[in-house]
């Protein structure tokens, strides 16, 4: 008897030794609030600019083909929760096919700096061409996602010259979230930023995929890791901001106006709404319906090609990488 409880006691002991590790092995490493301590794919430049009298540096990737060049550049716009690190696939994809890739973390995100200021798509667009006037760019073509589809979006009815083609990929915005989820303070929005866990983030990125992928961890940690650092309230101060001006400044009304040749790549699961657990029940199926969404926006943009991908959720480039890179390529040409 003695021996089995002094086994049972010992089995104990090695159970808790493989949970703590397993759960420590989840667990996110601490990382800045600029993300200089994660891995990016390509060097990263900087320049800087005042905005609202702060000094403030704006990060980018300006990755150009080893190969023979096409003399063509793609900027690629990425989403609220994301910064450039998560374009890899793509960058690569189009480095082979000859193509410069300009990378921007938009002030607020990734390793730009994250000032308290107003935040608006009017001035991120501004401090993109700030950016590309800096590397002597005339013209681009623009691939934006979620949040990054909405300033992609901006930016071309701002500069239409500057933008060769426009590429929409499941972005946000292509509704007004307004009359469904209701106005929320800034204040209430850092809070609730500030309440987040490793476990909420995660259960929130999930969201994002039809069907989750251990690589798809990666982009967990990152915002994870932002939350153990001594600055984080500063970065979730940003992040509220960025959520306020999702919800304000709407871009829905103005797609008839969009001139360049434009590509809407839709996966078709994808129900994102910003703000979607402060909308009712009953709500909830008029609004993130991309299927639905998709179709009508395409008949807003002029000309505008729409590509419906089955069985797939917000973010294509991650999911169904090769289809995306086939479809983005192929309209370039």
Not at 2 to 21: A, D, E, G, M, P
Not at 134 to 162: C, D, E
Not at 263 to 282: P, S
Request: hydrophobic content about 40%; some cysteine; charged content about 20%.
């Amino acid at each position: 008897m003695k021996r089995l409880i002094i086994l049972y006691h010992i089995c104990c002991i090695i159970l808790t030794v493989f949970t703590v590790s397993a759960a420590k092995a989840q667990s996110a490493e601490p990382l800045s609030i600029t993300l200089e301590n994660y891995e990016y794919p390509y060097p990263t430049q900087y320049i800087q600019l005042n905005i609202e009298n702060q000094d403030v540096k704006m990060a980018y990737m300006d990755v150009k083909p080893a190969g023979q060049a096409n003399s063509k550049t793609v900027m690629l716009f990425h989403g609220k929760n994301f910064g450039g690190y998560y374009w890899k696939n793509v960058i690569q994809a189009l480095l082979q096919h000859g193509f410069r890739v300009i990378i921007p973390d938009q002030v607020g995100f990734g390793r730009s700096s994250k000032p308290d200021i107003h935040y608006s798509f009017h001035g991120l667009a501004s401090y993109t061409k700030v950016l590309l006037d800096s590397l002597q760019i005339t013209q681009t073509a623009v691939i934006g996602h979620s949040m990054g589809g909405m300033l992609a979006t901006r930016f071309t009815l701002m500069y239409p010259q500057m933008v060769s083609h426009l590429i929409l990929e499941n972005p946000i915005g292509l509704e007004d979230y307004r009359p469904y989820v209701p106005y929320t303070l800034v204040d209430k929005l850092y809070a609730e930023e500030l309440k987040s866990t490793e476990e909420s983030i995660r259960n929130y990125h999930k969201n994002y995929y039809v069907q989750w992928k251990p690589e798809y961890e990666a982009y967990v940690q990152a915002m994870a890791g932002v939350k153990k650092s001594g600055e984080y309230p500063r970065y979730a101060k940003a992040a509220a901001l960025t959520t306020q001006m999702i919800y304000e400044q709407p871009v829905c009304y103005e797609f008839s106006f969009i001139q360049p040749l434009t590509l809407l790549i839709i996966g078709q699961e994808d129900r994102t709404v910003v703000g979607k657990a402060r909308v009712k029940k009953e709500n909830l199926n008029k609004v993130g319906q991309y299927p639905t969404l998709g179709k009508r926006t395409a008949k807003l943009i002029p000309g505008s090609t729409l590509i419906e991908l089955p069985n797939v959720g917000h973010i294509p480039h991650l999911e169904v990488s090769e289809r995306f890179i086939q479809e983005v390529t192929q309209f370039l040409k």
